[in-house]
Nanobody, 116 residues
Framework: QVQPVESGGGSVETGGSLTVSCTAP????????MHWYRQRTGKKREWVSLLSSGGSADYADFAKDRFTISVDKEKDTIYLQMNNLTPEDTAVYSC??????????WGQGTQVTVSS
């Protein structure tokens, strides 16, 4: 099983950028992919992006052209770079590994706050 740990959240102003990280020891060797989700206050958790073990990326419509997912395999870390942020992006961002040997465990999340 792969246990992710998120970091890198913080506060930015509208139009700013932030990169959050998801470190999951063993996820590369276990050939896991990784999803990013977010949960805004009072809203259901929503899917943001994924990176498959083969390197394919996909994004929710709201994330396309603004967010970029990437990986550093040597560090077993997935990054989500977020640009042109708006207050609607304020949320707790969490990651979860997926794949046959990955365990589908969630991290604790990292808070991103965008002020107007």
């Amino acid at each position: 099983q792969v246990q992710p740990v998120e970091s890198g959240g913080g506060s930015v102003e509208t139009g700013g950028s932030l990169t959050v990280s998801c470190t999951a020891p063993g996820f590369t060797s276990a050939r896991c992919g990784m999803h990013w989700y977010r949960q805004r206050t009072g809203k259901k958790r929503e899917w943001v992006s994924l990176l498959s073990s083969g390197g394919s990326a996909d994004y929710a419509d709201f994330a396309k052209d603004r967010f970029t997912i990437s990986v550093d395999k040597e560090k077993d870390t997935i990054y989500l770079q977020m640009n042109n942020l708006t207050p609607e992006d304020t949320a707790v961002y969490s990651c979860v590994a997926f794949g046959p040997s990955c365990g589908n465990l969630w991290g604790q999340g990292t808070q991103v706050t965008v002020s107007s």
